[in-house]
Every structure is written in structure tokens, then in C-alpha cells.
């Protein structure tokens, strides 16, 4: 009888332990998950931030050099470029001096 009475004490305290003991657990295995979630995630936007930075170097880099080695065609593909975008854009008034500031902007891009 006296061991069930001091079951029937313990029960609770057992109880709550039981109950609380794993939530934490839980939750702090949780927040850590998702901590490491956004680290990596932001650590994968920070690396293809800079490999896209770093593609934008090598093509203008390739650009120049295939410009400098065949000037005719790079002149040739220029002004097929200014024909397209003259075209395009024919319904608009604008001068040539925004045309070549747009084409400037497209190669800086």
C-alpha cells in the first residue's frame, strides 16, 4: 500500500518530467536544423553572387579579346546589334546618342 501511495505521489513530477524532457530536446534539435538551413542558404546565395560576378569578367574578358582579334566582325556584329535594336525601338523617337548608351548598357550588363 505504501509503495502505491508513493507511486500515486511521484506520478506527476514523472510525469511532467517525461513530458518535458524530449520537447526541449525537440525544439533546441529543431532551431538548430533550421539555423543551419539559413546558413547554408545564404552561404549558396553569397557563392553564386560571386561565381556570376566572376562569369561577368570572363565574358567581358573573352569579348575583348575576340574584338581585338577580328575587328572587322566585331564592328559587323556591332552595327547588326544597333540595326536590331533601331528596329525594335522604331516607333519611339530617340536619338543616337541614347541608342549607344543602350548598347553600352547591354555589353556592361
Known sequence: MASILKATRLAPALRAYAVQRPSVYILGERSMTNFKDKERGEETVHFRKADEELLRKLL??????????????????????????????????????????????????
Open 60 to 109: 567581358q574578358k573573352v569579348k575583348a579579346q575576340a574584338d581585338s582579334a577580328d575587328s572587322t566582325q566585331a564592328q559587323e556584329s556591332a552595327k547588326s546589334e544597333l540595326q536590331s535594336l533601331k528596329g525594335m525601338l522604331s516607333k519611339y523617337n530617340i536619338s543616337d546618342a541614347d541608342y549607344e548608351a543602350i548598347m553600352k548598357w547591354k555589353h556592361d550588363v
